[in-house]
């Protein structure tokens, strides 16, 4: 397909388990964005990618959370030793940052269910 | 660091009715694009306009509008003939011309009445 596809689209995971969430950008798309989403709540920001340079990690809240991209392609979110405050609905962006003030294009999320 | 506001939690409109959704933001850059999102409760993310910084017209989409006031860093936008299919959550959002980054505000959820 031609959009952002995010999976599983699901999961549903005991806490202390590790999880690992997948990004498929838009092909061509240099920037990549994820994004936590609480039940109710707004966009919390996570991790951006840009092409080759050094991601930004600012918003990554523990340790436990890491996110990987390999050149412009796939990535993953690996979120470790889950914990109940992890439920949420993980967003997945992306967009061509070669052009100036290009919108971001969301995938359907991924909703994470911690027991 | 930019921040961007949306004060109306939740609004409501009647079928066919104007509504104006709000969104203020902070920010020292001079250069940027301004958006607004719709989240149906199918929960995908869809771009609802965009707006630059630099232009004085306001963006147009169809049924939606924007009114841009960059002095006073606001950006509302207008409903108009509301539909049923506008329920949804909206997020207004900044982004810097530099670096890409986006920045979103808590969203208002806006529920159309029959």
């Known amino acids: 397909g031609a959009g952002v596809s995010q999976s599983p689209s699901n999961k549903v995971t005991e806490k202390g388990k590790d999880v690992e969430l997948r990004c498929d950008p838009i092909?061509?798309?240099?920037?990549l964005y994820w994004y936590r989403q609480r039940l109710g709540q707004g966009l919390e920001f996570l991790i951006y990618f840009q092409g080759n340079s050094a991601p930004d990690k600012s918003g990554l809240p523990s340790d436990r959370f890491s996110a990987e991209r390999t050149g412009e392609s796939v990535s993953t979110l690996t979120i470790q030793r889950t914990q109940q405050e992890d439920s949420a609905v993980y967003l997945c962006a992306s967009s061509f940052a070669g052009a100036v003030g290009q919108p971001q294009h969301f995938g359907d999320g991924t909703r994470l269910s911690i027991l | 660091a930019q921040t961007v506001t949306q004060s109306q939690p939740e609004m409501s409109v009647q079928e066919a009715e104007t509504v104006t959704l709000s969104c203020t933001y902070d920010?020292?850059?001079?250069?940027?694009?301004l958006f607004w999102y719709k989240q149906p409760p199918s929960r995908q993310m869809i771009l609802v306009i965009r707006?630059?910084?630099?232009?004085?017209q306001n963006a147009t989409e169809n049924r939606f509008s924007v009114n841009f006031q960059k002095a006073a860093k606001s950006f509302s936008l207008k409903i108009s003939d509301s539909q049923l299919g506008d329920t949804a959550m909206y997020f207004c959002a900044f982004m810097k011309v530099a670096g890409n980054q986006f920045y979103f505000g808590t969203g208002t959820s806006l529920t159309v009445i029959p």
């Open positions: 092909s061509g798309h240099t920037a």
């Open positions: 707006q630059e910084a630099y232009k004085q």
């Open positions: 920010t020292s850059e001079n250069n940027y694009y």
